[in-house]
């Protein structure tokens, strides 16, 4: 199931599918090479994460990335990713190996961008900031940003095409070394600027619609 999930997760990150889009269960399954059973079930957890819309008369769409909902989903980060930076601060006083998980995390993005892995950028983008969440230590913070975590890996996704892979590492370079030096202020900064930009530097909307555009899509 998770499988199924993750690869409709990693086609629509990777442009394949793109926001908006007509979801037809068979022509999913068909590429999966899956029955339909276990494709209706990733759609169901999918559109319980708000990734996948079921609206009437248009039927099931992927999620858009318009300006607006992207403000919206980027505010509710920064202000749970700001709790958990502080929180994290407190708690390393008395762990100094806290922030191991993070530092791992690093390392893997600077080589997944060395080989330009786009997506494992994206996913490595995202998984940056739940370890972050987690090791907050506050579970309640954690399950209000899990559910954000696969629509972020999705707009991380499309905005590798749009934003150098060195860029993307060299800010969370930026947000390690704030918190290895315990400076709340400098970690808030950089956290602002490396949420805030994906709707600031990116034009998702344009983005998609030249994809289209160049692609030889299948009518709805």
Known sequence: MDQVVDAIVEATATGVFLPGDRIVEAEIARSLNVSRVPVREALRILESQGIVVNTRYRGMRLMDVGVERLEKILKVRLALETLAAR???????????????????????????????????????????????????????????????????????????QKELASIVSEHDSLLESLTEGDMNATEKAMKVHILDYTQAIDYEGFVERLRQLETRSPD
């Open 87 to 161: 929180e994290v601060l407190e708690k390393m006083r008395d762990d100094p190996d806290l922030l191991r998980p993070l530092e791992k995390v690093v390392a893997d993005l600077h080589a997944a961008a060395r080989r330009k892995d786009a997506y494992e950028v994206a996913r490595l983008d995202a998984e940056f900031h739940r370890v972050l969440c987690d090791i907050s230590g506050n579970e309640i913070l954690l399950q209000l940003w899990e559910p954000l975590s696969r629509q972020l890996t999705i707009i991380f996704g499309l905005s590798t095409f």
